[in-house]
């Protein structure tokens, strides 16, 4: 593991409410965390009680109601649209719990699609993409169509996309709750590697053995989130 370095994720007084019938639904209760390089966050928790919703934040698909989102220095919440994707493209790594594929592409055009803003499809991207599946055991389907593959699988194609280009930061949402035992070892000892890399990850389980991986360890329970 490698030793904690530049600051790669903080959040500071981070709140989130949601619309509904009755009025707004708070989600998250000025949340503030922060992750350095080579750093590896778990947050567990119960069901609904925020975790997805931080990701979602830290991953700037959503912007908070209030606090703010910095990720390597730079104040996220002023950016225009475009510069915030720049950064997904070019910074964040992001495992879906649902998966986000295209389910009539192969396994490997969902893999190839982390390249499409950043080079395209070109030989140096499929090689990436290819290893990419070999890395998580899937060498062999990635011609098959997605739709066509178990819950399982899609979740590791789904990580081998997340990890087919360098980032500075992986954000995963419960990566190992569709896999088998030997699957899900496969998947944390190659989360393991990257973060001993340097790669900063925060990921959400339910799953406990997570949290003897990691550096740090949060709790959230009523969308507030405290360090352990």
Known sequence: MAAAGQERLRLAGV????????????VLHEVSLTLHAGEFGVITGP???????????????????SGGVWLDGVATAALPDAAR????????????QKFCLMP????????????????????????????????????????QAARLLSAGEMQRVAIARALARPAKILLADEPTGNL??????QVMELFRAVNRAGMAILLVTHNHEWIAHGTTHWTMHNGRLQRQ
């Open 104 to 143: 009539h592409r192969s396994a490997l055009d969902n893999v190839l699609f982390r390249f499409r803003y950043v080079g395209g499809d070109t030989r140096a991207a499929r090689d990436q993409a290819r290893d990419a599946l070999a890395r998580v055991g899937l060498a062999a389907k990635a011609g």
């Open 85 to 96: 994707a720049e950064i997904r493209k070019h910074d964040i790594g992001m495992v879906f």
């Open 15 to 26: 709140s989130k409410s949601f619309p509904a019938a009755g009025g707004p639904v708070p």
């Open 47 to 65: 069901s609904g009680s925020g975790k997805t919703t931080l990701l979602m934040l830290a991953g700037l698909l959503l912007a908070p109601d």
């Open 180 to 185: 088998d035992p030997d699957s899900a070892a």
